[in-house]
């Protein structure tokens, strides 16, 4: 936990941009009728009913200083895409930077070994070269910014029913340009000694 804290108090630096990581799932929902159009004096109306169509995995990567975020939609979050999701980082989105040092949780695909499950050896070790790995610990996902942004999309964007990929794509795409646009960070306040303070309970008493 202090470890992660420490991370958070460091001063911007683009050489060193820290981002955060989370993932979750999205369940594909398709109407079974038509709505009936909104008329005067009276308001859409939908059927309860609805169709299941699977479910998405939604990547949030979300580098709070610089106010950017970015969603990607896959099918599945094997290891083989959370290390994808690892190139993307830094050959795609931080390519100028000298290393990217990232925030996430322990879940069990969230592992280095499995850029070499998912690429050559080279290519494995040239990725992890420009990665600093720093893990929340068991239980405390929630110091992780990265669920806090994924909350934030969850809210504003993806209560209504969405039947596919295509459509959740859509959804969150002018979501994320506007956010980015405005540069939107996050004000954690939350801090070392703060831990020690309301969370004395989890320290060993000396």
């Known amino acids: 936990m202090e470890d992660v804290l420490a991370v958070y108090t460091r001063p911007h630096d683009p050489k060193r941009p820290q981002v955060c990581f989370d993932e979750t799932s999205k369940q594909l929902v398709a109407e079974t009728r038509q709505a009936i159009p909104m008329q005067p004096g009276q308001v859409e109306r939908y059927d309860y009913e609805y169709e299941r169509k699977g479910v998405c995995n939604l990547f949030m990567f979300f580098a709070p ?8 939609v896959t099918d599945r979050r094997t290891k083989k895409d959370w290390a994808e999701c690892m190139r993307d980082l830094v050959d ?25 499950e998912a690429f050559e ?6 990725i992890l070269d420009r990665l600093e790995f720093h893990y929340t610990p068991k239980h ?12 934030v999309l969850s809210r504003q964007c993806l209560d209504d029913h969405i039947p596919d990929k295509i459509s959740l794509e859509q959804a969150i795409a002018p979501w994320e340009r506007e956010r980015n646009a405005l540069k939107i960070g ?3 306040r939350f801090t070392t000694a703060n831990a020690r303070i309301k969370l004395k309970r989890l320290y060993p008493s000396i």
Request: aromatic share 10%.
């Open 92 to 116: 795609v989105h931080f390519p100028e930077a000298e290393r990217v040092v990232v925030v996430m949780d322990q879940l069990n695909t969230h592992n280095p070994a499995a850029l070499y």
């Open 121 to 126: 050896p080279t290519e494995a070790k040239r």
């Open 140 to 151: 405390g996902s929630w110091l992780d910014m990265a669920e806090i942004e994924l909350s």
């Open 65 to 72: 200083l610089e106010g950017w975020r970015h969603v990607k």
């Open 186 to 188: 996050a004000n954690w």
